[in-house]
């Protein structure tokens, strides 16, 4: 629960509270059983008028992301309600108060529980450096320097840990000679220019809201994507969610799936703070080699300051999406196609957006096809009213519902079967038991859920049309808390999707539910990029993204990964560099990804130069780039 809720909750209940203990004291009082004395009368309108003024500072600080001025709010109430359950379990204990004493003290145990728990979600900061202003960059990189410490800046924290961290990072405990950076209060957009249509931001905004941001301020309004959007401007493209940060999106070469448009393709210029701590800045028209090294490099080079971003004015898009058996999609998906039915590398190089969702578990092998294109003034009608329609009549989005109206219960439902499903090992007979039958359950189950349109209610692909940033990410409605989901994600050259599809259906036919899992697979694509290190540099991909429930027993990395990066070896792929990749020193690790970047080599040499110290080389990286 968010701290904003539970100041919410909270201020509501204590101005309901106090008038009614105010006015009607004695009547309460009378009713806990005791003789409700003149001296009993004044603490209760006492409490009251307290519990008003409780009120009205917890819904007025409900919007502040001041968390000094949270906490101390938080801790007041953990005093008072403290005090207050004690009080009236006491008296009732004592016969002054009935029963409803303990009633009265539950209520304000379980208040207190809330706090406690806002508490210690504000408490998660604990372990990060804070960051606020260039200078603090400066300050943290210089000190680095001078005591020799790691130093590494969390995002959002969607990429694997590893990945982020520095070496002996604990959520609960600050390593000595370590620091990991939090960008929470360096989130604005410093610079625009309407002329070129360019906004330089600061690192750590995030794309949109982030629901897990522990510091709790990464709501939309403050978000990169709901400024642009008021300034009549938009990114091209977008990633499957929006939670992450500017710098922590781009660094592990992040990017939505599309050929035609990309995020990257947006990126005008970096600022940057080396491990000389040195500001460095690149643009695509200065310091070039340092820009196309900058664009995707794990903050090895150094941390992200800011980043400017040439716009595209702010557009709206179309689309469906279309569940089949996989051979019978509308696109030929293991095939060379033809004139009525294209190819899968055909149809992602002709569609603006594209995702596929590919269940190839036995029994059910469907396809889940989503694509969208942006909107042209034809697409707009009497249903949709025209974009920026004025006040009274304005654009009238669909949104796309990946999961139905009633996500909530969908997602739990299916939370509570993947975890059951993932966790058999450990239920002895029954597990075994459901293990010998776990084919055939999970056949059932995913039937169910995963529906051809021609059995759907009503038949048919669901349409939608909407603003782009918000069906564009067509995951944020999956709740990271329930359904969280590991990946390993390889690139491989477009050209190669036939060959690519065609051996992992053979795979999974061969190998059953051990390779299919029980999960997903997604199949999508990406547009070329001039960052020497991103998984499509100079060349447009097909990315195969094998899903795992991160609940599952067991570590993927040794018993399920290694399966795909052995059979997609031969392909020539490319790691995402914020899912799991393979251990360097296997044959598909450090030596196979260096012959897979034509300027891996340069950009090691660039790393020494901005990082001799080895400041943000974790272990985890140094096996890929010391
Ligand atoms: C549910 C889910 C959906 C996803 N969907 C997609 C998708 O559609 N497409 C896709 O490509 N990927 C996708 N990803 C992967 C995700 O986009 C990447 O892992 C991304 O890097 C996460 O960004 P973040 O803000 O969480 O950064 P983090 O994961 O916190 O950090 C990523 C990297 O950036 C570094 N970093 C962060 N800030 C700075 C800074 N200021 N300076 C220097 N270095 C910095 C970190 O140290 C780390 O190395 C998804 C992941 C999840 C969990």
């Known amino acids: ?350 569609t603006e957006y594209m995702r596929m969702m590919w269940w190839p578990q036995k029994g059910v092998r469907k396809a889940v096809v989503w694509q969208a294109r942006r909107m042209t003034r034809s697409d707009y009608n009497k249903e949709t009213n025209p974009p920026n329609g004025p006040g009274k009549n304005p654009f009238k989005p669909k949104p796309y519902l990946e999961l139905g109206e009633n996500t909530l219960l969908a997602e739990i439902g299916a939370s509570l079967f993947y975890t059951l499903i993932g966790n058999l090992s450990k239920l002895g007979a029954l597990g075994r038991f459901l293990n010998k039958h776990l084919s055939w359950i999970l056949t059932k189950v995913l039937n169910l859920f995963v529906v051809n349109d021609a059995d759907a209610k009503p038949p048919g692909p669901q349409k939608f049309w909407d603003h782009y940033y918000n069906s564009l990410p067509m995951d944020n409605q999956m709740r990271d808390n329930l359904m969280p989901t590991e990946f390993t994600e390889l690139w491989i050259p477009i050209e190669k999707t036939e060959a690519v599809m065609n051996a992992l259906l053979q795979h999974y036919e061969k190998n059953g539910l051990s390779a299919t899992g029980t999960y997903a697979c997604e199949i999508y694509a990406a547009k070329r990029s001039r960052f020497w290190l991103s998984p499509a540099y100079n060349q447009n991909v097909v990315r195969i993204d094998v899903f795992w429930f991160a609940r599952n027993a067991g570590n993927p990395a040794k018993t399920f990964y290694p399966q795909f990066w052995k059979l997609l070896k031969p392909f020539g792929f490319r790691p995402h560099w914020g899912k799991f990749l393979p251990p360097a020193d296997s044959d598909t690790g450090r030596e196979y990804m260096r012959q897979q970047y034509p300027r891996w080599d340069d950009f090691v040499k660039l790393r020494r130069k901005h990082d001799p110290q080895n400041l943000f080389l974790t272990r985890y990286w140094r096996d890929y780039f010391a």
Not at 151 to 156: D, K, P
Not at 307 to 329: H, L, N, S
Request: net charge negative.
């Open 1 to 350: 629960m968010q701290v904003r809720t539970v100041l919410i909750l909270d201020g509501i209940l204590t101005i309901v509270l106090g008038p009614l203990f105010f006015f009607f004291g004695r009547n309460i009082l009378q009713f806990l059983g005791s003789p409700a004395g003149d001296d009993a009368l004044v603490l209760m309108r006492l409490y009251g008028g307290m519990l008003v003024m409780n009120g009205i500072f917890f819904l007025g600080s409900a919007n502040t992301t001041d968390n000094a001025v949270r906490k101390s709010f938080l801790y007041g109430s953990l005093v008072v309600d403290g005090i207050s359950a004690c009080v009236l379990a006491y008296a009732a204990y004592t016969g002054v108060f009935n029963g409803w004493g303990y009633g009265g003290a539950a209520v304000f145990a379980t208040v207190w529980l809330l706090f406690l728990f806002a508490l210690l979600r504000l408490d998660e900061l604990k372990v990060f450096t804070i960051i606020a202003s260039e200078d603090d960059i400066l300050a943290a990189v210089n000190q680095a320097r001078t005591k020799k410490m790691q130093v590494r800046v969390r995002g959002s924290a969607h990429s694997v840990d590893k990945a982020i961290f520095t070496d002996k990072f604990k959520t609960w405990l600050k390593a000595g000679n370590e620091m990991n950076l939090y960008m929470s209060d360096y989130d604005e957009i410093v610079a625009v220019d309407p002329k070129t249509r360019r906004v330089e931001v600061q690192a750590g905004c995030h794309l949109g809201a982030d629901p897990f941001d522990p510091a709790q301020k990464a709501i939309w309004e403050r978000s990169l994507l709901y400024k642009l959007d008021a300034m009549g401007w938009a990114l091209p493209d977008l990633g499957g969610i929006t939670h992450q940060t500017v710098a922590g999106f781009l660094m592990t070469g992040s990017s939505g799936g599309s050929v035609k448009y990309s995020i990257d393709d947006a990126i005008y210029a970096f600022r940057f703070i080396d491990g000389n701590g040195e500001i460095q800045t690149a643009s695509r028209d200065r310091n070039i080699d340092l820009f196309n090294a900058v664009g995707v490099s794990m903050g090895l080079l150094g941390v992200i300051s800011t980043v400017t971003f040439q716009c595209v004015p702010k557009y709206d898009i179309v689309g469906q999406e279309a569940t089949t058996y996989d051979t019978g999609a509308a696109i030929d998906l293991f095939g060379k196609g033809d004139k009525a039915r294209p190819s899968l590398q055909k149809f992602m190089t002709d």
